[in-house]
């Protein structure tokens, strides 16, 4: 029932920005601590950033200083601002439940870092 939904992604060079939305629906958002993952080619799923139901955020550790996760419960959407984007950030990323994954997947949002 509940379904997540991935927007944002994109083409960008090296060092360009992005923002990610995810929009849920069929939950209680606000109960949940989100997460956004992503999928690289030839790699596992990975959590790269959480956002508590209270908004603290977490955040892989080398990420933290490039990546801000935000959640608007009243919009029952979560955010990934990603700066000084790198062609190691290439990968299609998801939203779910964080710290363990819930719900079922949605598409994704490809997300490709190159000049």
């Known amino acids: 029932q509940v379904q997540l939904v991935e927007s944002g992604g994109g083409l960008v060079q090296p060092g360009g920005s992005l923002r990610l939305s995810c929009a849920v629906s069929g939950s209680i958002f606000s109960a949940y601590a989100m997460g956004w993952y992503r999928q690289a080619p030839g790699k596992q799923r990975e959590l790269v950033a959480a956002i508590t139901t209270g908004g603290s955020p977490n955040y892989a550790d080398s990420l933290k200083e490039r990546f801000t996760i935000s959640r608007d419960n009243a919009k029952n959407t979560v955010y990934l601002q990603m700066n000084s984007l790198k062609p190691e950030d290439t990968a299609v990323y998801y939203c779910?439940?964080?710290?363990?994954?819930?719900?079922?997947w949605g598409q994704g949002t490809q997300v490709t870092v190159s000049s």
């Open positions: 779910n439940t964080a710290y363990h994954p819930l719900w079922n």
